[in-house]
Protein backbone atom coordinates (compact mmCIF):
# COMPACT_ATOMS: atom_id res chain seq x y z
CA UNK A 1 0.00 0.00 0.00
CA UNK A 2 1.31 3.34 -1.20
CA UNK A 3 1.63 5.57 1.66
CA UNK A 4 3.30 9.39 1.47
CA UNK A 5 3.96 11.07 5.45
CA UNK A 6 4.70 14.89 5.53
CA UNK A 7 5.92 16.43 8.03
CA UNK A 8 8.14 19.70 9.00
CA UNK A 9 5.35 22.57 9.21
CA UNK A 10 4.59 24.85 11.86
CA UNK A 11 4.34 28.28 12.73
CA UNK A 12 6.55 31.19 11.56
CA UNK A 13 7.11 34.70 11.54
CA UNK A 14 7.09 36.34 8.32
CA UNK A 15 10.67 36.12 6.79
CA UNK A 16 11.34 32.87 7.93
CA UNK A 17 11.84 29.35 6.91
CA UNK A 18 10.73 25.82 6.96
CA UNK A 19 11.91 22.68 5.38
CA UNK A 20 9.03 20.06 4.88
CA UNK A 21 9.71 16.34 3.88
CA UNK A 22 8.01 13.85 2.34
CA UNK A 23 8.72 9.85 3.02
CA UNK A 24 6.90 7.60 0.58
CA UNK A 25 6.70 3.81 1.38
CA UNK A 26 4.85 0.83 -0.50
CA UNK A 27 6.74 1.03 -3.71
CA UNK A 28 9.69 2.45 -5.36
CA UNK A 29 8.79 6.05 -6.93
CA UNK A 30 12.48 7.09 -8.49
CA UNK A 31 11.16 7.03 -11.54
CA UNK A 32 8.34 9.09 -11.05
CA UNK A 33 7.78 13.00 -10.70
CA UNK A 34 7.13 14.38 -7.26
CA UNK A 35 5.16 17.44 -6.09
CA UNK A 36 4.13 20.03 -3.52
CA UNK A 37 0.59 21.69 -3.56
CA UNK A 38 -0.96 23.66 -1.19
CA UNK A 39 -4.65 25.10 -0.26
CA UNK A 40 -5.27 27.49 1.60
CA UNK A 41 -8.86 27.52 3.34
CA UNK A 42 -11.45 28.51 1.15
CA UNK A 43 -8.97 28.27 -2.13
CA UNK A 44 -8.44 25.40 -4.48
CA UNK A 45 -5.17 23.34 -4.32
CA UNK A 46 -2.42 24.64 -5.84
CA UNK A 47 0.34 23.39 -7.39
CA UNK A 48 3.82 24.82 -5.89
CA UNK A 49 6.48 22.78 -7.42
CA UNK A 50 7.20 19.55 -8.63
CA UNK A 51 10.77 17.04 -9.44
CA UNK A 52 11.30 14.25 -12.08
CA UNK A 53 13.47 11.53 -10.98
CA UNK A 54 16.70 12.92 -12.62
CA UNK A 55 16.27 16.46 -10.89
CA UNK A 56 14.41 18.51 -13.20
CA UNK A 57 12.01 20.80 -11.72
CA UNK A 58 8.88 23.15 -12.53
CA UNK A 59 7.97 26.04 -9.68
CA UNK A 60 5.08 28.05 -9.35
CA UNK A 61 5.63 31.75 -10.03
CA UNK A 62 4.37 32.85 -6.56
CA UNK A 63 7.33 31.07 -5.19
CA UNK A 64 10.53 30.64 -7.35
CA UNK A 65 13.43 32.66 -5.93
CA UNK A 66 12.11 31.49 -2.55
CA UNK A 67 11.49 27.84 -2.28
CA UNK A 68 13.63 25.05 -3.15
CA UNK A 69 12.41 21.50 -4.48
CA UNK A 70 15.06 18.45 -3.93
CA UNK A 71 14.41 14.44 -3.54
CA UNK A 72 16.39 11.63 -2.39
CA UNK A 73 15.92 8.10 -4.50
CA UNK A 74 17.16 6.53 -2.14
CA UNK A 75 15.00 7.24 0.85
CA UNK A 76 11.92 7.88 -1.30
CA UNK A 77 11.75 11.14 0.13
CA UNK A 78 11.26 14.91 -1.19
CA UNK A 79 11.57 17.90 0.70
CA UNK A 80 10.41 21.68 0.00
CA UNK A 81 13.06 24.18 1.65
CA UNK A 82 10.88 27.63 1.83
CA UNK A 83 12.67 30.45 3.02
CA UNK A 84 11.26 34.56 3.02
CA UNK A 85 7.92 32.82 3.77
CA UNK A 86 4.96 35.14 3.91
CA UNK A 87 1.49 35.33 5.42
CA UNK A 88 -0.17 34.28 1.62
CA UNK A 89 2.18 31.25 2.24
CA UNK A 90 -0.24 29.94 4.64
CA UNK A 91 -1.38 26.63 3.54
CA UNK A 92 -1.72 23.00 4.28
CA UNK A 93 0.96 21.49 2.16
CA UNK A 94 0.51 18.31 0.52
CA UNK A 95 2.73 15.81 -1.19
CA UNK A 96 1.73 13.93 -4.04
CA UNK A 97 3.18 11.84 -6.59
CA UNK A 98 2.92 10.46 -10.73
CA UNK A 99 4.54 8.98 -13.16
CA UNK A 100 6.02 10.56 -15.62
CA UNK A 101 4.39 11.93 -18.97
CA UNK A 102 0.67 12.09 -17.15
CA UNK A 103 -0.99 15.12 -18.20
CA UNK A 104 -0.31 18.47 -16.60
CA UNK A 105 1.79 18.76 -13.72
CA UNK A 106 0.09 21.61 -12.27
CA UNK A 107 -3.43 19.85 -12.32
CA UNK A 108 -3.89 17.82 -8.90
CA UNK A 109 -6.62 15.19 -10.50
CA UNK A 110 -3.28 14.26 -12.39
CA UNK A 111 -1.48 13.11 -9.94
CA UNK A 112 -2.10 9.19 -8.31
CA UNK A 113 -1.19 9.61 -4.37
CA UNK A 114 -1.43 12.04 -1.96
CA UNK A 115 -0.13 12.52 1.57
CA UNK A 116 -2.95 13.68 4.73
CA UNK A 117 -0.75 17.07 4.38
CA UNK A 118 0.77 19.50 6.94
CA UNK A 119 -0.09 22.78 8.09
CA UNK A 120 2.40 25.70 7.52
CA UNK A 121 1.16 28.84 9.18
CA UNK A 122 3.20 32.18 8.11
CA UNK A 123 2.64 35.33 10.70
CA UNK A 124 2.61 39.15 9.59
Known amino acids: QVQLVESGGGLVQAGGSLRLSCVAS????????MGWFRQAPGKEREFVAA???????TYADSVKGRFTISRENAKNTLYLQMNSLRPEDTAVYYC??????????????????WGQGTQVTVSS
Open 26 to 33: GRTFSTYV
Open 51 to 57: ISWNGGF
Open 96 to 113: AVRPPFTGELRIPKTWNY
